[in-house]
């Protein structure tokens, strides 16, 4: 267990520098958007690079506010070629980093819960969170049965 625990807080560095790169190209992102009008001919390209990110992320880049630069020039197509490419990449690696971090998150949790387990006098397996079953299997696997 100390071993699982010991890699998920190596994972921490990681997960950060994920999410902030992906902060850092969605603030490029927002920055160059403001630069081209609605009907800039480039608009196009920048609402398909604001598809590729989730409305989640989206969201929380639109509350941030962004420094106004009045002469900010308008980027050029292999300038958001660019981002468009930085961005995908750094959203793959956030969502591989998180899922790896939900997955040892998981597995801390299950060895916690078998530690306590083995340690009780009770004859069920108690979980500190209900495992993601469908309920077929969860009415033939019971506690007493695992």
């Not at 300038?79 to 980093?97: E, M």
Request: hydrophobic content about 35%; glycine content about 4%; aromatic content about 4%.
């Amino acid at each position: 267990m100390q071993e699982t625990t010991k890699v998920a807080v190596s994972k921490l560095p990681e997960k950060a520098e994920a999410n902030e790169h992906v902060s850092d190209l969605l603030q490029s992102m927002r920055a160059l958007g403001g630069s081209i009008g609605l009907g800039h001919p480039l608009r196009s390209h920048m609402d398909v690079i604001e598809n590729k990110v989730p409305s989640e992320l989206l969201d929380r880049v639109r509350q941030h506010p962004t420094p106004d630069s009045p002469h900010a020039d308008v980027p050029s197509e292999k300038a958001l070629v660019r981002l468009h490419k930085q961005l995908i990449k750094a959203l793959q690696n956030q969502r591989r980093v998180e899922t790896q971090w939900g997955l040892l998150v998981e597995n801390i949790a299950y060895l916690e819960d078998t530690h306590r387990n083995a340690v009780s006098h009770d004859t069920s397996f108690k979980h500190s969170t209900p495992p993601r079953r469908h309920y077929l299997i969860s009415y033939v696997y019971t506690p007493t049965v695992g």
